[in-house]
């Protein structure tokens, strides 16, 4: 029973569509028509709003964060399937016909979950 709570809820945790959700509510856009019709943050910062950009990277962040560290306190044996889903929700949600982003935002929250150190290696090398 403990595997399908953390499936369910890493998912729907991931599957949240900020990007979409943001601009869509400050801008009145759809984020899928824009640029390169993804719904991350990079497409985000090309309606040219760098605060709905920034937003975007910590609240995709977050819902890569947030569900490893809740499996971690509740079921800490489950953590890698939180992980899992909480990527796989981001990238194909339900919610836009499993059409989502790329996971990178998602992927550095799960890293940070993870570790810290492998977190800030994962950033100098993005940025190097």
Same mark, same amino acid.
């Given at each position: 029973?403990? @595997? =399908?709570?953390?499936?369910? *809820?890493? @998912?729907? #945790?991931?599957?949240?569509? @900020? +990007?979409?959700?943001?601009? &869509? /509510?400050?801008? $009145? &856009?759809?984020?899928?028509?824009i640029?390169? +019709?993804? =719904?991350?943050?990079? $497409?985000?910062?090309?309606?040219? $709003?760098? /605060?709905?950009a ?6 995709? #962040?977050? &819902? ?7 499996? $971690? !306190?509740? @079921?800490?044996?489950?953590?890698? =399937?939180? !992980?899992?889903?909480? /990527?796989?929700?981001?990238v *194909?949600?339900? %919610?836009?016909?499993?059409?989502? +982003?790329? +996971?990178?935002?998602?992927y550095?929250? =799960?890293? /940070?979950? *993870? ?6 290696? *994962?950033?100098?090398? %993005?940025?190097?």
């Amino acid at each position: 029973m403990e @595997y =399908i709570i953390v499936i369910f *809820f890493s @998912y729907l #945790c991931g599957s949240v569509p @900020y +990007g979409l959700l943001l601009t &869509k /509510f400050f801008t $009145n &856009k759809d984020i899928r028509k824009i640029g390169s +019709g993804n =719904i991350g943050a990079t $497409n985000v910062l090309r309606t040219g $709003n760098k /605060f709905l950009a920034a937003s975007t990277i910590i609240l995709d #962040c977050a &819902k890569g964060f947030v569900p490893v560290m809740i499996t $971690n !306190a509740i @079921y800490p044996e489950q953590i890698q =399937i939180s !992980a899992l889903m909480a /990527f796989l929700g981001h990238v *194909f949600p339900v %919610w836009l016909k499993f059409k989502g +982003g790329k +996971g990178v935002a998602t992927y550095l929250g =799960i890293l /940070f979950a *993870f570790s810290l150190q492998l977190s800030i290696l *994962f950033i100098f090398t %993005w940025l190097v």
